[in-house]
């Protein structure tokens, strides 16, 4: 039997990439029902998350079997409850600062006001349709609740923050997908309302989002740049930098198409 090199660390198991270590920081992590005292601050959650992704990492997709694709939905499913457990506004914050440190093999993002954090990774279960997977912590009152987002996932890299007319938030989440074979770039649009994280219609036609991944079918610019935090937005081909071939500004309460610029 092959050996096996065990150190414990905050509660899951740092193990090679055989399948049998891998089950074993399952049944641990699993131990912990309540899920209270999977972490206690900021830096034992990254640290958990990077261990998971490290072990998610190790997982080999072009030699899957039955027990390693089980292995992965685990892992995944482990991520996923290790997010839906921050608890705290103030504890978002604190894993903001604490992501920044070091790269990670997963993307976190905080809205400036720090209301609205999305977590984003590939799961590797690319087989399963569920290549990536997104997962959004938004303030409803005095705490914070996981929720999911509209549309297909994607890696979100940022997100901007505008005020209406109205009053509201408007929040812009960016994405890009570079894994498919069209890679392409997506903005969200979204309002924090009674707790809860709405698409908000406010790009032309009354949508709620802008994409590329059809762009070129359609012989439209396939780039965009997100200029002035989120207010103006250039469209343009990615081959040619110079040349605007159409731009959205910010009026308040929607985008509207401004002049053409050279």
């Not at 032309?204 to 991944?213: A, Q």
């Not at 012989?219 to 989120?230: K, R, S």
Request: glycine share 6%; proline share 2%; hydrophobic share 40%.
């Amino acid at each position: 039997m092959t050996s096996i090199n065990i150190k414990s660390k905050k509660g899951i198991i740092i193990l090679g990439c055989s399948l049998s270590a891998i089950l074993i920081s399952y049944f641990i992590f699993a131990d912990h029902g309540d899920q209270k005292d999977l972490f206690k601050n900021e830096k034992e959650f990254v640290s958990l998350l990077d261990n998971l992704f490290l072990e998610l990492n190790h997982m080999e997709v072009d030699n899957l079997d039955n027990d390693n694709l089980e292995a992965m939905v685990h892992i995944n499913e482990n991520i996923r409850r290790a997010v839906e457990n921050i608890n705290s506004l103030s504890l978002l914050k604190a894993i903001e600062l604490e992501y920044g440190k070091r790269n990670h093999l997963f993307q976190f993002i905080l809205s400036p006001d720090g209301k609205i954090g999305v977590f984003s990774w590939y799961t590797k279960l690319d087989a399963s349709g569920n290549a990536i997977k997104n997962i959004a912590i938004h303030q409803r009152n005095n705490k914070v609740i996981p929720t999911s987002l509209y549309g297909d996932p994607i890696i979100y890299n940022d997100i901007f923050q505008l005020e209406s007319n109205k009053g509201q938030t408007v929040y812009l989440l960016y994405g890009a997908d570079q894994s498919a074979s069209n890679s392409y770039q997506r903005l969200n649009s979204y309002l924090l309302r009674d707790g809860n994280l709405e698409a908000f219609s406010g790009f032309p036609d009354h949508v709620s989002t802008l994409s590329t991944l059809l762009a070129e079918e359609n012989n439209l610019p396939n780039h965009f740049d997100i200029l002035e935090h989120g207010s103006k937005i250039n469209f343009r081909n990615s081959t040619d930098t110079s040349q605007v071939k159409h731009s959205l500004l910010f009026n308040g309460d929607k985008f509207v198409y401004t002049a053409l610029e050279n």
